[in-house]
Antibody, heavy 122, light 110 residues
């Protein structure tokens, strides 16, 4: 059973960089039998879900245009992890951040982490 | 403001059938399959319906999905208390070149 677990600081100061890691267990992040992407999604308090971006096991990354200038998503295949960096954060970046496995160029997220709350505050 | 439009809330009594709508545009629902997710706050969201109407293994057949044009619907029949959760629709958006979500519908079982 594939499992994903987010980790990282729960509190980040304004203007700093938010960094999160997703550890994948029960399967390989390098799986090539299907075209899987490893994505980050967030949910601000009281709001809906927003796709941040994703990465393929090869390292190719894809970002939501609205966040592209501030986001970097990378993959570490030996550690079976992928990571999110969001720079110059503001209070608007306060959200629950989820990592998930997406199938192809679809909105089919087959597996999700439980999510981690990141608060941006001084 | 979410790209896909869902009603913020829905409700029903045990045993009833409820439907949740999801409205989009030609660049998302109109040209790509719709997926539905069930989310209990504090837990991992769960894929409920993929490719408009297909259910992953383990999802009861009480849950069904449909799509017509730029709209989609999730139907839950034989409503149970355990169905009380937030439900989200999602579809690939060709303009964004990425997935987009609805704002979510909070289902209350009365």
């Amino acid at each position: 059973q594939l499992q994903l677990q987010e980790s990282g600081p729960g509190l980040v100061k304004p203007s700093e960089t938010l960094s999160l890691t997703c550890t994948v267990s029960g399967g390989s992040i390098s799986i090539t039998s299907n075209q899987y992407y490893w994505d980050w999604i967030r949910q601000p308090p009281g709001k809906g879900l927003e796709w941040i971006g994703g990465v393929y096991y090869s390292g190719s990354a894809y970002y939501n245009p609205s966040l592209k200038s501030r986001v970097t998503i990378s993959v570490d295949t030996p550690k079976n992890q992928f990571s999110l960096e969001l720079s110059s954060v503001t209070a608007a970046d306060t959200a629950v951040y989820f990592c998930a496995r997406r199938l192809g160029e679809l909105a089919t997220f087959e597996n999700w982490g439980q999510g981690t709350l990141v608060t941006v505050s001084s | 403001q979410s790209v896909l439009t869902q009603p913020p809330s829905a409700s029903g009594t045990p045993g009833q059938r409820v439907t949740i709508s999801c409205s989009g545009t030609s660049s998302n629902i109109g040209s790509n399959p719709v997926n539905w997710y069930q989310h209990l706050p504090g837990t991992a969201p769960k894929l409920l319906i993929f490719n408009n109407y297909q259910r992953p293994s383990g999802v009861p057949d009480r849950f069904s999905g449909s799509k017509s044009g730029t709209s989609a619907s999730l139907a839950i029949s034989g409503l149970q208390s355990e169905d009380e959760a937030d439900y989200y629709c999602a579809a690939w958006d060709d303009s964004l070149s990425g997935p987009v979500f609805g704002g979510g519908t909070k289902l209350t079982v009365l």
